[in-house]
Nanobody
Framework: QVQLVESGGGLVQTGESLMLSCAAS????????MAWFRQPPGKAREFVAA????????HYADSVKDRFSMSRNNAENTVTLQMNNLKPRDTAVYYC???????WGQGTQVTVSS
């Protein structure tokens, strides 16, 4: 069983940056794609970004493309989400996910003030 723990959330102002991290334990995720989702207040959870098993291919939601960048470190069993030029609409709880295992972290809150 895999455990995912997100960190790095916080309160920032419009235009600032944050980097989220997700640390996995319990099993190696070297062979699995990983993803970030987010859930804005009062809304459904939505896809943010995903990266394939070796980090060579990534995909982003249109709303974050060119501002967010996802990467992974298989040696450390971690993924990160670099978020630049944050906007109030990025305010959400951000979740780390392993799609093939349907594994989720507990989430980390990101709040962007205007």
């Amino acid at each position: 069983q895999v455990q995912l723990v997100e960190s790095g959330g916080g309160l920032v102002q419009t235009g600032e940056s944050l980097m989220l991290s997700c640390a996995a334990s319990g099993r190696s995720l070297n062979n699995y794609a990983m993803a970030w989702f987010r859930q804005p207040p009062g809304k459904a959870r939505e896809f943010v970004a995903a990266v394939n098993w070796n980090g060579e291919s990534s995909h982003y939601a249109d709303s974050v493309k060119d501002r967010f960048s996802m990467s992974r470190n298989n040696a450390e069993n971690t993924v990160t989400l670099q978020m630049n030029n944050l906007k109030p609409r990025d305010t959400a709880v951000y979740y780390c996910n392993v799609p093939r295992l349907d594994a989720w972290g507990q989430g980390t809150q990101v709040t962007v003030s205007s």
